[in-house]
């Protein structure tokens, strides 16, 4: 595989990849048409893959529920354990294919890709271990009754991933789902299918019964909302924008189906005077522009005490000016944004904030891979400070673009922080533990990292408050959204 990346980067390579659905344990095709799929670098098509009809949702969620009524649910608990272990050992056995191939449909650069593989595999490794650790609880009701509730699996969940971390969000909400007892049918981004295609054959080669994990591939329109519409879905696990998201729960409302939402943010990264400037360098400069920006999670908003402000935004703007940028296979620090009309919503953003007399200290144009005058890329971006009404501090742009807010103190640094309507994540970076507490106690979001970006893994639940969605993934809490639980009293 990586004997091949010049050709592959030159588009004069191909690679042997699935263009139907999986489903029921075999790659098959619909009399669904074929769509395009780009490779961002060149933006240019390298592959295809078939766009799924309602009766190929219909095929996948009927084998869904076979598999759940009549073999997963009955699968003891450490059996389920050792196929998820064997899934994270293929996965990291296939780390270089998956990874390359994950850098094509994504653009991110192949280090990115990299860890996201070995995250999609720890994913799997860290559910496995909990399939026999699921119990449930006695009632203590006195000496002549016995009560005691048992936790079951949901039935068949739909997975909806999005463009930006597909194998990873993939795996994120499989693994806990097949851990419970569920069973699966998901459908991948359709500029995103690839990889979640083929983690649906690793699961199967681990010794996945047919049926258990289903991924079908096509439109949002399409295949998506028919999908999430099933009324044979017993819940639905979601990654993507409000308005959409506020669809999918509308839709599934009709079927009173479940829903977890996780639906991006404007997450703020807050500096106190007292902080360790070097530490929140590095931490900034990942919170941005890591996979361009295109992180639900990003830092997108740089909250900074006024005394430290004019010499770390010096160096922020030098050390974003020195970010190289290229075809991810390239392995570049910054790669392509997903997808040309995701490129023109960027810009779009910064075009009307220079409009409004925003300043831009870095940044602010749509640009190409100078190596080949390809691909969709936007230079990293860093807008000066900026009210909170602005668009550019309470709109998810999703690119590589930081806005600059300062504050006068911790009370102001707070009141910023919180003035948005997304509530996914927050960094805070300060010397001061009852400073670092106190903010991460009031700053209302779903997950708080103190001094160090992105901090933890997939042992830490995450999602978010306000418009960033409801429900949590990973940790032992994504658990409960793939379980309900039953409740017996016997008198004796």
């Keep these: 595989m990586l004997d091949k990346l010049d050709d592959l980067i030159a588009g004069t390579a191909t690679l042997d990849l699935p263009d139907g659905h999986f489903i029921n344990g075999a790659f098959g095709k619909s009399g669904g048409d074929l769509i395009d799929s780009y490779d961002a670098g060149r933006g240019a098509v390298f592959a295809q893959f078939t766009n799924g009809t309602t009766s190929d949702v219909d095929r996948a969620v009927t084998n869904a529920r076979n598999a759940f009524q009549t073999v997963w649910r009955k699968t003891a608990p450490v059996e389920r354990g050792r196929i998820l272990?064997?899934?994270a050992t293929l996965i990291l056995e296939n780390l270089e294919r998956l990874a390359v191939i994950e850098t094509l449909d994504c653009g991110k650069p192949?280090?990115?890709a990299r860890g996201d593989v070995r995250g999609a595999a720890r994913c799997f490794e860290y559910y496995a271990g909990v399939c026999d650790k699921l119990q449930g609880q006695t009632f203590p009701l006195g000496h002549d009754y016995l009560g005691y509730s048992i936790s079951e699996p949901i039935g068949v969940t739909a997975h909806i991933i999005p463009w930006n971390?597909?194998?990873?969000?993939a795996a994120r909400g499989i693994a806990p789902a097949l851990a419970a007892g569920c069973c699966v049918v998901a459908k991948p981004a359709e500029t995103t299918p690839f990889s979640a295609l083929l983690l649906g054959d690793i699961l199967h080669q681990a010794g996945l019964p047919a049926g258990v994990c289903n991924v079908i591939t096509g439109t949002g329109v399409q295949t998506g909302a028919a999908l999430v519409?099933?009324?044979d879905i017993d819940q639905v696990t979601f990654t993507g924008s409000v308005a959409t998201g506020a669809n999918v729960m509308k839709s599934a409302a009709d079927n009173v189906t479940r829903v977890v939402l996780e639906l991006g943010g404007k997450s703020p990264v807050v500096m106190m005077n007292d902080c360790d400037q070097d530490a929140a360098l590095d931490g900034v400069m990942g919170a941005i522009f890591e996979n361009a920006g295109q992180i639900c999670s990003a830092g997108s908003r740089l909250i900074i005490e006024r005394d430290i402000h004019d010499a770390f935004v010096e160096?922020?703007?030098?050390r974003a000016q020195s970010l190289t940028i290229g075809?991810?296979?390239?392995?570049?620090?910054?790669?392509p944004l997903n997808s040309e009309q995701h490129l023109q919503k960027v810009a779009g953003f910064i075009d009307r904030a220079k409009s409004r007399g925003a300043e831009v200290l870095t940044g602010g144009n749509i640009t190409t891979d100078p190596k080949t005058g390809q691909g969709w890329f936007y230079e990293p971006t860093i807008i000066a400070n900026r009210p909170s009404d602005d668009e550019l501090v309470q709109e998810e742009i999703f690119g590589p673009v930081l806005t600059v807010q300062i504050a006068d103190d911790v009370d102001h640094a707070l009141a910023l922080a919180n003035d948005c309507q997304f509530g996914l994540v927050a960094g805070i970076y300060t010397s001061n533990a009852t400073t670092a507490h106190r903010m991460a106690r009031d700053i209302d979001a779903g997950q708080i990292y103190i001094n160090e970006y992105f901090a933890g893994g997939i042992e830490v639940p995450f999602g978010g408050n306000k418009k960033s969605g409801f429900g949590r993934e990973?940790?032992?809490e994504a658990l409960q959204s793939y379980c309900k639980t039953k409740s017996v009293v016997a008198k004796i």
């Excluded at 971390?165 to 969000?169: A, K, L, M």
């Excluded at 075809?327 to 790669?335: E, I, Q, S, Y």
Aim: no cysteine; net charge positive.
């Design 85 to 87: 272990s064997k899934a």
């Design 110 to 112: 192949l280090s990115e």
């Design 165 to 169: 971390f597909p194998i990873s969000t």
């Design 229 to 231: 519409a099933h009324p």
């Design 315 to 318: 160096r922020l703007v030098k």
């Design 327 to 335: 075809h991810g296979l390239h392995d570049p620090n910054m790669g």
């Design 474 to 476: 990973k940790g032992l």
